[in-house]
Structures are given as structure tokens and as C-alpha cells.
Antibody, heavy 119, light 109 residues
Framework: QVQLGESGGGVVQPGRSLRLSCAAS????????MHWVRQAPGKGLEWVAL????????YYGDSVKGRFTVSRDNSNNTLYLQMSSLRAEDTAVYYC????????????WGQGILVTVSS | EIVLTQSPGTLSLSPGERATLSCRAS???????LAWYQQKPGQAPRLLIY???SRATGIPDRFSGSGSGTDFTLTISRLEPEDFAVYYC??????????FGQGTKLEIK
């Protein structure tokens, strides 16, 4: 079955960088668009980024544009999120998610990884 | 940017009852682009409905979605104990991308 597992989270100081990884298995990773979605503590869901199946196109939410970079390694079935210039408001659980039918929804999710931005 | 507003914020019902959750968009949304998710405490969201009315794989048929334009509804026909959770609607728009409603908490009365 589809499995997604995030890693790389933790506590980081404001202004610093962090890279998240998402290991995928149970499906043909190279044929799916992949997303990052985050959830601040006690808050709702916020879409962060999308990368097409072949990595040719990338899209970002307004709050992270210019600071975060999504990438993927289809040979190793891994999705990445490079986060730079981190702010306190980036504190959240970060989920990787597979693009659903037509690419308009998120049909499988990882368990999430907590990123805390604090001095 | 299309804003999704969910109502009510909290819905208190008993097992066996029918639940009706609303999602209203600030502009018309294609039904193809509207989805619903369930999230339980400490867990990732789970896709319930996509394309406004299509159930995702493995979702029981007591969950149904309907609506068009700016008004969409998630209905749970007979609540089971495991259905008490937070529910989010979500839409796709070419710019800025994907947005979620603020959520409806379905709690046991």
C-alpha cells in the first residue's frame, strides 16, 4: 500500500535553514505529482508546495514563495522541501501528500513531521 | 483568491444521527476541484471525497458529497463513533493553488 514517511524536522532558530525529506513506497513515485501541506499547532491546513511528477514544474503558496524549494529524486523515491529564512510562523507539522485523481486533491498523506522555529 | 468558509464551526450530534457539513466558496468553484478530508487528533488528514461527490478508495458509503458553484455539502448518513473528527473542504484554483476551509469539528453530543 501507499506509504509516505517524513523526516528531518526539529527545532531551528529563526533565519536558519532546514531540509525535510519524504520517502515514498507502494506506488510508482515517478508518475505522481507530490505536495507539501502544513498545519500550525491547533490550526487548519495550509498548502505549501507542489512538484510535478517529472520535476519540471514547481508551485508554491504565497507565504513560502522565495524561501522554500521543493524537489524530488525519482530514482530514490524521495521528495524534499528545502526551507530557508525560517520564521516563527513556519512552525507547523509538515505533511507530504500524493496528488490525487486529476491532481486537484491529496489522496495519501504521510504521518507528518514537526518543525519548530524558535530561538 | 477563493476563500472557503465552513459551517458550523462545531457540530454536536449523537451516534446514529445524520450530519450535514457546509462549505461555501467566495467565488464559483468547479465541482472537479472540490474535496473533503477527515482528520482525527494526532493523525494526518484522510481524503474522503474528491470531485465534490466521488468517494475515495475505502471510504464507507455513509459519506456522501454534493453541491456545485459556491455551495458544497458533506453528509454522513448515520454517525458511527469513529466519525467524530474535524472535517476540511479544499479547492484547487490556478492561483494561488490549493486552499482549505477552516474546518468543522464534529463532536459527540
Amino acid at each position: 500500500q501507499v506509504q509516505l514517511g517524513e523526516s528531518g524536522g526539529g527545532v531551528v532558530q529563526p533565519g536558519r535553514s532546514l531540509r525535510l525529506s519524504c520517502a515514498a513506497s507502494g506506488f510508482t513515485f515517478s508518475t505522481y505529482g507530490m505536495h507539501w501541506v502544513r498545519q500550525a499547532p491547533g490550526k487548519g491546513l495550509e498548502w505549501v508546495a507542489l512538484i510535478w511528477s517529472d520535476g519540471s514544474n514547481k508551485y508554491y503558496g504565497d507565504s513560502v514563495k522565495g524561501r522554500f524549494t521543493v524537489s524530488r529524486d525519482n530514482s530514490n523515491n524521495t521528495l524534499y522541501l528545502q526551507m530557508s529564512s525560517l520564521r516563527a510562523e513556519d512552525t507547523a507539522v509538515y505533511y507530504c501528500a500524493r496528488g490525487g485523481d486529476g491532481g486537484y486533491s491529496f489522496d495519501s498523506w504521510g504521518q507528518g513531521i514537526l518543525v519548530t522555529v524558535s530561538s | 483568491e477563493i476563500v472557503l468558509t465552513q459551517s458550523p464551526g462545531t457540530l454536536s450530534l449523537s451516534p446514529g444521527e445524520r450530519a450535514t457539513l457546509s462549505c461555501r466558496a467566495s467565488q464559483s468553484v468547479s465541482s472537479t476541484y472540490l474535496a473533503w478530508y477527515q482528520q482525527k487528533p494526532g493523525q494526518a488528514p484522510r481524503l474522503l471525497i474528491y470531485g465534490a461527490s466521488s468517494r475515495a478508495t475505502g471510504i464507507p458509503d455513509r459519506f456522501s458529497g454534493s453541491g456545485s458553484g459556491t455551495d458544497f455539502t458533506l453528509t454522513i448518513s448515520r454517525l458511527e463513533p469513529e466519525d467524530f473528527a474535524v472535517y476540511y473542504c479544499q479547492q484547487y484554483d490556478s492561483s494561488p493553488g490549493y486552499t482549505f476551509g477552516q474546518g468543522t469539528k464534529l463532536e459527540i453530543k
